[in-house]
């Protein structure tokens, strides 16, 4: 087995670690914050199942930012989206047979990957030209979507520009998987991407991309509107 082989192995067994771990612990570490205070941000629904809409309206269609801000909403959403198909897409990789949805979404795919460069762009752009939010902008912000973007050129350019043996890369992941190590090819553009892919991972449990497992325990978000019963139980009609 080559060196590189052996070193990207590692270096995905050593990130897919970090990654698990340590979402798991800053989630347990979320679930024990005390929320002492009712604060659902108003109007908010009345019963769990209101809770449970108003989530998933939250986290499909960014239902709060399209009411704060239309352009962040276009660029962040779009963002998203393409990055979920993006990835979807990405699933092949890991599975043999490859599932149905996801030979469903093969040519979707790839406009997602320009769709997501695009909402990245729009995302970044703000953070330079919005003199409010450039203020507030560390470089940790600039570097997550630096990372991003670049995951996402040296995809498109695998695509694009110098394709890579898909197939052995696929082999690879699987042999990952399976602890039987399997020869990775030394495109790279694929290199790159991989080592990017496991500085995401390894990153990720540190950084403001937490906001994904986080905003599920949003106090403002998922709490119902009881702090006061409604007048009917405490007038007894
Ligand atoms: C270990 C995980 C990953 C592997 C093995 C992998 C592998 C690949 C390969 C082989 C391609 C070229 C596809 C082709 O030529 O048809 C590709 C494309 C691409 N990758 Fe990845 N990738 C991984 C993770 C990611 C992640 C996490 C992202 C996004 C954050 C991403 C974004 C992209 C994009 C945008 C493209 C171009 C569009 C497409 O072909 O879907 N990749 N990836």
Same mark, same amino acid.
């Given at each position: ?8 192995? $590692?270096?995905f %067994? ?11 612990? /800053?989630?347990?570490? %979320? ?10 941000t108003s !109007?908010? !629904? ?13 986290v ?22 393409a990055l979920?198909?993006?990835l979807?897409?990405?699933? /092949? ?7 149905a949805l @996801?030979?469903?979404?093969? !040519?979707f795919?790839? %406009? ?5 460069l @695009?909402g990245?762009?729009? +995302? ?6 919005v003199?409010?939010?450039r %203020?507030?902008?560390?470089i940790?912000?600039?570097l997550?979507? $630096?990372l991003?973007?670049?995951i996402?050129a040296?995809g ?24 039987? +190590? ?16 496991a ?9 403001k ?7 599920f325990?949003s106090p ?6 009881d702090a006061? !019963? ?8």
């Amino acid at each position: 087995m080559s060196t590189l082989t052996l070193i990207y192995a $590692a270096l995905f %067994y050593a990130a897919s670690a970090i990654l698990v771990v340590g979402v798991v612990l /800053r989630i347990v570490r %979320y679930a024990r914050i005390p929320v002492p205070l009712k604060i659902p941000t108003s !109007p908010a !629904p009345m019963t769990r199942g209101g809770v449970f809409w108003r989530m998933l309206r939250e986290v499909s269609l960014f239902e709060s930012l399209y009411r704060a801000n239309k352009w962040i909403w276009l660029f962040g959403w779009m963002f998203h989206v393409a990055l979920a198909v993006v990835l979807v897409r990405h699933v /092949r990789y890991f599975t043999e047979p490859v599932w149905a949805l @996801v030979a469903l979404v093969q !040519p979707f795919g790839v %406009y997602a990957g320009f769709a997501m460069l @695009v909402g990245l762009a729009g +995302l970044w752009a703000r953070r330079f030209l919005v003199e409010r939010i450039r %203020y507030i902008s560390t470089i940790s912000d600039h570097l997550m979507l $630096a990372l991003m973007a670049a995951i996402g050129a040296t995809g498109l350019a695998m695509k694009y520009l110098s394709h890579t043996d898909v197939v052995a890369a696929k082999a690879f992941m699987l042999g990952l998987m399976a602890f039987e +190590l399997q020869p990775l090819p030394a495109d790279p553009l694929l290199l790159a991407h991989l080592a990017l892919v496991a500085a995401l991972m390894a990153v990720f449990p540190a950084s403001k991309l937490l906001h994904a497992p986080g905003v599920f325990f949003s106090p403002t978000r998922n709490q119902v509107d009881d702090a006061r !019963p409604p007048v009917a139980a405490w007038t007894g009609e």
